[in-house]
């Protein structure tokens, strides 16, 4: 027979939530953390506010190159290229 | 659902890049100039912090990539082998820097996520999270960046490449040289942070 586990508390759900996300909680603390979302506003807003705040972190990235920066790149490559040659 | 977030590396034809490299294809180096240097140059900055000297380390390290290919083992993907050059000529001149910050320690697993006066005895909500309805996308990756920026010195490495450059889990540990628990530790502590920020502003933006 297996034991039930105890409920997970608001302020112990907080400290899961990366585990929760990175998907390396075990099954049994997955469950239970799972039943305390369903059952919980707050930490299901909590949990919300999170994936937001990581989505709008993807969003600062810039992946603009400078030309400047690029052409001292290539003129590294050049010299490379003429010393292997 | 609880979503692993696994590396989106692409390594097919990973080996025809590097045979193009060792050939001194102009073209493929350029792409892959193109492809990683702005990530090569955030990278940098986390470990140095002057723009000028970053440029130089990417630069050192586009030279190591070069002079290195015929190492190259393909024990890695070419990705993160040449993203660990950029650690390691970034640690280097950090160490040399001295402006740059000393490398902090493990986080540490105490750290509340969220201050411990917002809850009950019991452990329940006292104060909860309300809804965020008032902060522009735009404030909010302001004070996103802000507060990234102030973070410990590999608190700011792990957010920034797991969730700004969006690399896996795997791919990072392997750059910065640190274990899968310890990185999970620095994320969580974080974004944590990173949360706590944006609502502290939600609170005060009218």
Partial sequence: MMLRAPKLKCQEVVELVTDYLEGSLSRRDRRRFEAHIAGCPHCSEYLAQLRETIEQTGRLREDDLEPAVLDELLDVFAEWRRDRL | MALARTSGEDTTGEGALVAALRAADEGVFRMLVERHTPAMRRLALTFVRSQAVADEVVQEAWLGVLRGIDRFEERSSLKTWIFRIVANVARTRGVRESRSAPFSSFA??????????RFQRDGAWASPPEPWERLEAAEMRRVIDATIEALPLQQRQVISLR???G????????VLEISEGNERVLLHRARSKVRAAVEEHERGAT
Avoid: R
Wanted: aromatic share 4%; proline share 10%.
């Fill in chain 2, 167 to 174: 690399w896996g889990a795997d791919e990072v540990c392997a």
């Fill in chain 2, 163 to 165: 969730d700004l450059e």
């Fill in chain 2, 108 to 117: 540490s697993a105490d750290e509340p996520s969220v201050d411990p006066d």
